[in-house]
C-alpha cells in the first residue's frame, strides 16, 4: 500500500516531466543550430540576437524540469529545505523566461505563421507568467503559504504552454480554417488556457481541501 501510494504520488511529476521533454528537446536543437548550423529565414532573427533566446532556453528548461519535483509532495514534506534551495533557483529561472520570451516577442522579427493576435496572446500570457511568480514570492514572504502555492502553480502551468502546444498544434492541424495564421494563433492560446484549467482545478481541489 505505502509503494502504491508514493508511485503515485510521482505521477503528476512525471507527468510533467514528460510534457517539458518535446521543448526542452526544442531548445536544445536550437541551440546547436546557433552554434554551428545555417542561417536561414526562419533562425535569423536569433543569430542577430543570440542571448535572449539562450538565456530563454536555459532558464525555461531547468524552470521547466525542476519545477515538476516541486509537485511530488513526499519530496517537499520531507525534505523542505530542498523545495527552498529549488525555489531560489526557479524564481529567477521563471522571470527570465517570462522576461525574454516577451522581449523575444516585441522585438523579434515575426516567422511566416506569426500574426498581430498570436503577438498579443504571447504579451498576455507572459506578462501573466511573470506577475503569477512574483505574487507567488511575495505570498511566501508574507509566510501565506496557500497563496504561494496557488501562484507559482499559475505560473508553472503557463511555462508548459509549449509541451501542450505541441498536442493542440499536431491535433489542430486536421481542423480545415481559411487562415493558418489565424489558427496557429487559436490553437497556442488553447493550450495555454488548457493549462491554466487544470492548474486551478488543482489549486482548487487539492490546495483548499
Request: charged residues 15%; hydrophobic residues 55%.
Amino acid at each position: 500500500m505505502t509503494v502504491t501510494s508514493s508511485r503515485a504520488a510521482w505521477l503528476v511529476p512525471t507527468a510533467l516531466i514528460v510534457l517539458s521533454v518535446v521543448p526542452a528537446l526544442g531548445g536544445a536543437i536550437r541551440l546547436t543550430d546557433l552554434t554551428g548550423g545555417e542561417v536561414t529565414p526562419e533562425s535569423a532573427r536569433f543569430f542577430a540576437s543570440p542571448v535572449p533566446v539562450v538565456l530563454h532556453i536555459f532558464a525555461v528548461t531547468t524552470y521547466s524540469l525542476l519545477g515538476a519535483f516541486q509537485f511530488a509532495p513526499g519530496l517537499r514534506r520531507r525534505r523542505p529545505r530542498w523545495h527552498r534551495t529549488a525555489g531560489r533557483i526557479l524564481v529567477p529561472c521563471g522571470l527570465i523566461a517570462a522576461l525574454t520570451g516577451l522581449w523575444m516577442t516585441v522585438f523579434y522579427a515575426h516567422p511566416p505563421g506569426d500574426g498581430t493576435l498570436l503577438t498579443g496572446i504571447r504579451l498576455v500570457f507572459g506578462s501573466a507568467m511573470f506577475v503569477s511568480i512574483v505574487l507567488g514570492f511575495a505570498a511566501v514572504r508574507r509566510r501565506d503559504f496557500a497563496r504561494h502555492r496557488a501562484w507559482m502553480m499559475r505560473g508553472y502551468a503557463i511555462a508548459l504552454g509549449a509541451g501542450t502546444q505541441a498536442l493542440t498544434l499536431t491535433l489542430g492541424s486536421l481542423i480545415p480554417m481559411e487562415s493558418a495564421e489565424l489558427r496557429r494563433a487559436l490553437l497556442m492560446a488553447v493550450a495555454w488556457v488548457i493549462n491554466l484549467v487544470v492548474a486551478e482545478w488543482f489549486i482548487r481541489n487539492r490546495i483548499s481541501s
